[in-house]
């Protein structure tokens, strides 16, 4: 019985870091650039109690041995890149990635991070910036005589200016990973490079497979809030009839303790 309670004991463990996922995915629903979390659950080391294929003492061998499980834990959580939904602004500086890519940012500790909210801003040097003061990489810097910029699907950045020309001031630049799963999530919607996710891939967007950039929009959370809240529902059911088995195994220990 005390195995059991054990064995129930790591159910709601499992079943609680999953409602703090879908938790965390319901609260971002509405987070320009969020992608919503993955979490995989793996079975416990088993008990061997009869090897499968044990002799069974006259030359015969069991077909099937006697193992029992000791629960449940969390093996991974991961992000899904999936494309989310597009929102309209027509500001001029919101970005969207429409495909695979991440923008390459400079925090304002100094880190390089990669980020798909594309919400930018202009600093006071004219530089593109994250409200949270990251700025894009390679920098862009709109001179204080524009009237008008503009940005294609290849990230080609063209300013207005005052006498009527035309001028190429930047190109955005897109980066992809070998493993966009193995990034390391460090909020705001920045992610860093880990060993798992391999160094960053720079790239033109619209070129060799990188998405598109398209201008007065952001990319919406991936979060599907229907799916979410069934599987808030079914976790609620797996951490209740977890905590029912604890019940009828202490029960069942109260009553091998009360034995005359």
Do not use: C, W
Not at 108 to 114: L, T, V
Not at 214 to 235: D, K, P, Y
């Amino acid at each position: 019985m005390l195995k059991s309670l054990n064995t129930a004991a790591t159910s709601l463990n499992a079943q609680q870091a999953n409602i703090e996922r879908i938790s965390n995915d319901l609260a971002n629903a509405n987070t320009d650039g969020y992608k919503r979390g993955s979490l995989e659950f793996e079975d416990l080391m088993y008990t061997t109690l009869k090897e499968p294929g044990a002799a069974l003492g006259d030359a015969s061998q069991s077909p099937v041995g006697v193992q029992v499980g000791t629960g449940v834990k969390v093996g991974a959580v991961h992000k899904i890149f999936e494309q989310g939904p597009a929102r309209m602004t027509y500001h001029p500086y919101d970005l969207m990635i429409q495909g695979n890519g991440f923008f390459q940012v400079q925090q304002p500790n100094g880190q390089i991070g990669y980020t798909r909210n594309g919400a930018f801003h202009l600093d006071a040097q004219g530089r593109l910036t994250l409200s949270n003061g990251a700025m894009l990489l390679p920098q862009v810097t709109v001179p204080p005589n524009t009237t008008n910029v503009m940005i294609n699907g290849n990230g080609e950045i063209q300013a207005l200016m005052q006498d009527g020309n035309l001028t190429v001031i930047g190109q955005v630049q897109l980066h992809t990973f070998q493993n966009e799963q193995g990034l390391r999530s460090e909020g705001a919607g920045i992610y860093q490079v880990s060993q798992a996710s391999g160094e960053a891939i720079p790239g033109i967007p619209n070129e060799n497979g990188f998405g598109i950039i398209q201008q007065g929009a952001l990319e919406s959370s991936n979060t599907n809030v229907a799916n979410s809240m069934v599987e808030m529902i079914t976790t609620q059911r797996a951490y209740e009839m977890g905590t029912k088995v604890m019940g009828v195994a202490d029960k069942m220990l109260e009553s091998t303790v009360n034995l005359r």
